[in-house]
């Protein structure tokens, strides 16, 4: 039986509906040991089935990621919701698998794997695991931001003095989009906190996918976005009269994400993509972020992250050169989605548009499409604009 189950994961040929796999996943999360699991206590006996199943130990992992990923693409109306629900009990055996050496080097294999491969003729499959992850960390954090700005702007309305003054249909009104958004912001706070719990686990030691130049400046937007809502003047908008009502707990979260900037900060790429995030970021996020960990007294990080801020303002500085020394590049060098300075230009091949290739990977992540005509398109059909390029670094070597 539990052979069958992880096969059915791993082979969408056995089992080609989405939904089934995903139950059979569910089913795994049973066997976790007790007091573990986002749902139901568990009711099956497998303590020791994760350390003792060859089976599982070879191929759990991947079976895992697949469905994940799968679960993704079901062509219903209701996936999005659904696959959030799908979801969490896969990231209580990732974390029960994280601290089994066995399971662990499987993870740290498939992104060895990912990071040898990301630009090939297949996208990896951790690096689509990592894609999804990113796509819902990104929707959940906002839209729980979002849902707690418009919970706190009613509860305003309810304790000020124009409350009185309104007619009943008015302040029936304000009670419905309190009533919604409450519910929003409770589901998406609950879903965020354990999906970005797993995002930091799996970056303690596994850094290299999440710095690939097609998934690291969608990581830092999305950190600087959320960290800014947390420890800057937008703080403010999420100051609800009850925090736990709605599953926030934002010095928790504060934590939890500046640990993903740690774990990730040795990683001079990380450190580049922070601040070519022109929405969200400035140093004084970093500066902001470390006063509210050393009012939670957590001293190692408030050290550590510090010294990250020094290495973010080096690549600032370098940045900000090379950046004044490029400018004004002719726009047939420009990306057309992006509008930056290529650097790897690729043709691609029913539109005839030359894109940079990390730009068009990343959008392959999501959408295996051509953006300016919808036809299908894979990274291996992505052909090398060599002229181009020649021209950019020429263009490039005249301007030093």
Request: aromatic share 8%; with cysteine.
């Amino acid at each position: 039986m539990t052979m069958l189950n992880i096969a059915s994961c791993r082979n969408s040929k056995l089992i080609s509906n989405p939904h089934v796999r995903a139950k059979l996943a569910l089913l795994l999360s049973l066997m976790l040991p007790s007091g573990q699991g986002s749902e139901a206590q568990p009711t099956l006996s497998g303590e020791d089935f994760f350390y003792s199943h060859d089976v599982a130990k070879e191929h759990l992992i991947e079976a895992l990621l697949k469905v994940f990923i799968d679960i993704e693409f079901t062509g219903q109306s209701f996936q999005f919701e659904n696959k959030f629900r799908y979801r969490i009990p896969m990231y209580d055996i990732l974390e029960h698998l994280w601290k089994i050496p066995t399971y662990r080097a499987s993870i740290e294999l498939l992104s060895e794997q990912a990071v040898q491969s990301y630009d090939g003729s297949e996208i990896p499959l951790f690096l689509r695991f990592i894609n999804l992850m990113l796509n819902d960390a990104t929707v959940q954090l906002d839209e729980g931001l979002q849902n707690l700005a418009k919970v706190k702007e009613v509860e305003d309305m309810q304790s000020s003095q124009q409350w009185p003054t309104l007619t009943n249909e008015e302040r029936r009104a304000y009670l419905e989009k309190l009533n919604e958004a409450s519910m929003m912001a409770k589901n998406r706070n609950f879903l965020a906190m354990r999906t970005v719990r797993a995002l930091a686990m799996i970056t303690m030691d596994t850094r290299r996918p999440f710095v690939v130049p097609t998934l690291v400046d969608r990581l830092a937007a999305m950190l600087n976005y959320v960290l800014q809502h947390l420890v800057g003047a937008k703080r403010n908008e999420l100051k609800v009269k009850d925090l736990q009502k709605y599953n926030f707990n934002p010095k928790e979260l504060t934590k939890i994400l500046v640990a993903v900037y740690l774990n990730l900060g040795h990683e001079r790429a990380f450190c580049e993509a922070l601040p070519r995030d022109q929405r969200s970021f400035s140093m004084d996020l970093l500066h902001q972020a470390e006063q509210v960990l050393r009012a939670l007294r957590e001293e190692d990080m408030v050290a550590e992250l510090r010294h990250l801020a020094q290495r973010v303002q080096k690549c600032c500085d370098e940045m900000r050169v090379e950046e004044e020394r490029y400018e004004e590049a002719p726009e047939e060098f420009l990306d057309p989605l992006m509008s930056t300075l290529m650097s790897d230009p690729v043709v691609l091949p029913t539109s005839g548009v030359s894109m940079d290739r990390v730009n068009i990977v990343r959008h392959l992540l999501s959408d295996m499409s051509d953006p300016f005509n919808r036809q299908p398109l894979t990274p291996d059909m992505l052909v090398p604009n060599t002229d181009l390029r020649r021209k950019i670094e020429e263009w490039k070597a005249n301007r030093k």
